[in-house]
């Protein structure tokens, strides 16, 4: 209850700090064009600094704006209980799990090889992945973070 009424305040308030704000900006007076050009220097213009929420080198990219997500995957997979195992060498533990950007999952395992696993999804990704934690500009160095 307190935290409600807490907040309430803190809300009214802001709404009250941006009701000041705009009462300020339409009492500024017109930049006032008639002034003949031989009147004082004109003022510097008003200039509103937005800034970038972040800067562009700390931003983390949407997923939009990579190939996919990668993470390893240690422990044996079992899947509708059963343990995956590579069907070109029959490893069945230390995985990549890759979640590319049109919603496929793969698997890559420690010798390389690459399938794909469609009972899994990028909602499954997203549940089992961590933080991202690193960008890598080519899968090698992907795959080298990873420890593969
Ligand atoms: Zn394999």
Redesign the pocket.
């Known amino acids: 209850m307190f935290r409600r009424r807490a907040r309430d305040r803190e809300f009214r308030e802001a709404q009250l700090a941006g009701h000041a704000l705009l009462q300020m900006h339409a009492n500024q007076p017109a930049p006032d064009f008639a002034r003949p050009a031989t009147a004082s220097a004109p003022a510097a213009p008003i200039t509103e600094e937005v800034p970038d929420f972040l800067p562009p080198d700390l931003r983390v990219p949407s997923r939009d704006e990579v190939e996919g997500m990668m993470m390893r995957w240690e422990q044996p997979l079992v899947l509708d209980g059963e343990v995956r195992e590579?069907?070109?060498?029959?490893?069945y533990r230390d995985w990549i799990v890759f979640s590319m950007r049109d919603d496929t999952i793969w698997l890559?395992?420690?010798?390389?090889?690459n399938?794909a696993e469609p009972r899994l999804d990028a909602a499954w990704y997203n549940r089992n992945s961590g933080p991202v934690d690193a960008f890598h500009p080519t899968l090698e160095e992907g795959l080298r973070h990873c420890g593969h």
């Open positions: 590579c069907p070109q060498c029959g490893a890559r395992c420690r010798a390389g090889h399938t």
